[in-house]
């Protein structure tokens, strides 16, 4: 069997993991494989590089991806399943691995409903996509985010101010919630919970009256109970949704206001994507580009991979589609009895 491979959306640590764990195996049995440049992209345009055992050595502890990532609409521009299933007839590829996060995956499914034969491999720092307890890229950008916010603190200390860091996880809180909880926030700002600019104040005055510095840490898509929408001014990416980030920039100057606190906000942004992966995502990255190669083996399209408690398991697309994971409520309660 010929299988491409794709790297989509954005740049994630663990993905050369995926694509090492999916050529060794596969190489063993068999199998060859080609990969894809830009994801999307080199799909439609029929952009491949062979990747011989060669080419995967020692690239597990590496960040970004060796094949790049784009992202880019499989329908639009020129693409379509017709488009794409000329490309694979010509090269002689029979199937391909998708690695991506929700609007990966959910092009995928497109993809398979009409034929072709895709199998996915989840992707994303946010931990949102469902059907799976964690997708590999989380455990790092927490850890990165950690520090971060460490480093803050530090800072924030010296001068006697309150600190607000902003994480990613659009429209979920795992990463505020987890890096948060690490770093010992003083108040943990997530979408799936609304609070009240008033509330956000009291735990801010609490934590400074007691002669702490107070840290906040917001994700990009938390929204103040008098919000209707997060915070967005950067326009739609590719799939239509609006690119978050900079309401730690709208809560800096309201806090400092109410609570005559001197407050700075710091916008971590990308930092969270790069670098090398934690052991933890580089296992869990092989061991799901390997399950990837067993899904195609047996035939299993329209299916991604996707880890169940320590196990690897194979789900339907729709069922990791469905809806966001989002942080459950008793999580961030746990989280709150520390808050103020």
Not at 73 to 98: L, S, V, W, Y
Not at 267 to 296: C, E, K, N, Y
Request: glycine share 14%; proline share 4%.
């Amino acid at each position: 069997m010929k299988i491409g491979i794709l790297t989509s959306g954005g740049d994630c640590p663990g993905l050369n993991a995926v694509i090492r764990g999916a050529v060794l195996k596969g190489i063993i049995q068999g199998h060859e494989f080609v990969g894809f440049l830009d994801g999307w992209r080199g799909v439609v345009e029929g952009d491949v590089i062979d990747i011989p055992r060669t080419m995967v050595r020692g690239i597990a502890k590496q960040g970004g991806t060796i094949l790049g990532t784009s992202r880019t609409n499989p329908f639009e521009n020129g693409g379509g399943p017709e488009t794409i299933k000329a490309h694979m007839d010509r090269m002689g590829i029979d199937a391909i691995i998708a690695i991506g996060g929700e609007g990966t995956l959910a092009a995928a499914k497109r993809l398979t409903d009409v034929g072709l034969k895709i199998v996915g491999v989840p992707k994303t720092v946010d931990n949102d996509l469902d059907a799976t307890d964690y997708t590999f890229g989380f455990d790092t950008a927490v850890q990165i985010a950690t520090e971060a916010i460490d480093r803050l603190r530090t800072t924030g200390e010296s001068h006697h101010r309150c600190m607000i860091a902003e994480v990613m996880g659009r429209h979920v809180g795992w990463i505020a919630l987890h890096a948060g909880m690490a770093s010992g926030a003083h108040a943990i700002l997530i979408p799936e919970n609304s609070t009240s600019i008033e509330q956000i104040c009291e735990w801010v005055q609490e934590a400074h009256d007691r002669g702490r510095a107070p840290l906040v840490v917001v994700a990009e898509g938390f929204v103040t109970d008098s919000m209707e929408t997060p915070h967005s001014e950067r326009g739609l990416d590719t799939f239509g949704r609006p690119r978050l980030g900079g309401i730690a920039d709208q809560l800096a100057p309201e806090i400092e206001a109410r609570t005559g606190i001197e407050t700075r906000a710091t916008i971590l942004g990308h930092i969270q994507r790069g670098g090398v992966p934690s052991a933890f995502d580089r296992v869990l990255a092989t061991r799901l580009g390997m399950a990837a190669v067993d899904a195609a083996v047996d035939e299993r399209w329209g299916t991604m991979v996707s880890l169940n408690g320590t196990d690897i398991a194979h789900v339907g697309f729709e069922q990791a589609l469905g809806r966001l994971k989002t942080v459950p409520q008793h999580r961030y309660d746990e989280a709150a009895v520390l808050f103020g």
